[in-house]
């Protein structure tokens, strides 16, 4: 299993910057890739960016070049540089990893950190 816990969330007037990070524990070296989701009020959870083991990324095409997925080097953080915010990236954040399983791809997710973008 892999633990993930979130955390940088916050208060941010429209056109700043936040910078998410995301702890991850436990079977690392069984990760596939990490990736960031979010979530906004009504709506259905969506993809923000992922990158692989191999640091290969993938953004949702309406936040390239405003979002910027990195890790460390032995993937314990995962984080999330966000530029140019504004009030419609308002939403709850999620860190996801993918594992290799014994039957198959396994999906972990963290707890969720709430960024809040003001107009």
């Known amino acids: 299993q892999v633990q993930l816990v979130e955390s940088g969330g916050g208060l941010v007037q429209a056109g700043g910057s936040l910078r998410l990070s995301c702890a991850a524990s436990?079977?690392?070296?069984?990760?596939?890739?990490t990736g960031w989701y979010r979530q906004a009020p009504g709506k259905q959870r969506e993809l923000v960016a992922t990158?692989?083991?191999?640091?290969?990324?993938n953004y949702a095409d309406s936040l390239l070049g405003r979002f910027t997925i990195s890790r460390n080097y032995d993937m314990t953080t995962i984080y999330l540089e966000m530029n140019n915010l504004n009030p419609e990236d308002t939403a709850a954040y999620y860190c996801?990893?993918?594992?290799?399983?014994?039957?198959?791809?396994?999906?972990?997710w963290g707890q969720g950190t709430q960024v809040t973008v003001s107009s």
């Open positions: 990158m692989t083991r191999d640091g290969n990324t």
């Open positions: 996801s990893a993918r594992t290799h399983g014994e039957r198959g791809p396994l999906s972990f």
């Open positions: 436990g079977r690392l070296f069984t990760i596939i890739d």
